[in-house]
């Protein structure tokens, strides 16, 4: 059994900064990979960022240098900031991540917390 909790999400205006928190609680033995996706209505779901082992990262092409991800692998707990917001950027975001327990790997998901770019 294992949670993942958002937070950090709220209205911040065009230009402004958000960070966006997700701690994983239960049991379980690792997590090999921590993510952050989005959804705006009537779109997509997509990957917005991850890092993994070696604190590798991927971002999607529409927050680069922009959004930065990084984790705390002590408190199991990952980051996104947000910098440089744009009205394009509003959508619930989800933390996601690849859990190891035992022999078994999962993939986990948060409910969300929603980010609102708007003057």
């Known amino acids: 059994q294992v949670q993942l909790v958002e937070s950090g999400g709220g209205l911040v205006q065009p230009g402004g900064s958000l960070r966006l928190s997700c701690a994983a609680s239960?049991?379980?033995?690792?997590?090999?990979?921590m993510g952050w996706y989005r959804q705006a209505p009537g779109k997509e779901r997509e990957l917005v960022a991850r890092?993994?082992?070696?604190?590798?990262?991927n971002y999607a092409d529409s927050v680069k240098g922009r959004f930065t991800i990084s984790r705390d692998n002590a408190k199991n707990t990952w980051y996104l900031q947000m910098n440089s917001l744009k009205p394009g950027d509003t959508a619930v975001y989800y933390c996601?991540?690849?859990?190891?327990?035992?022999?078994?790997?999962?993939?986990?998901w948060g409910k969300g917390t929603l980010v609102t770019v708007s003057s």
């Open positions: 996601n991540a690849l859990v190891h327990s035992g022999s078994v790997t999962r993939v986990y």
């Open positions: 890092i993994i082992s070696g604190d590798s990262t």
């Open positions: 239960g049991s379980f033995f690792s997590i090999n990979v």
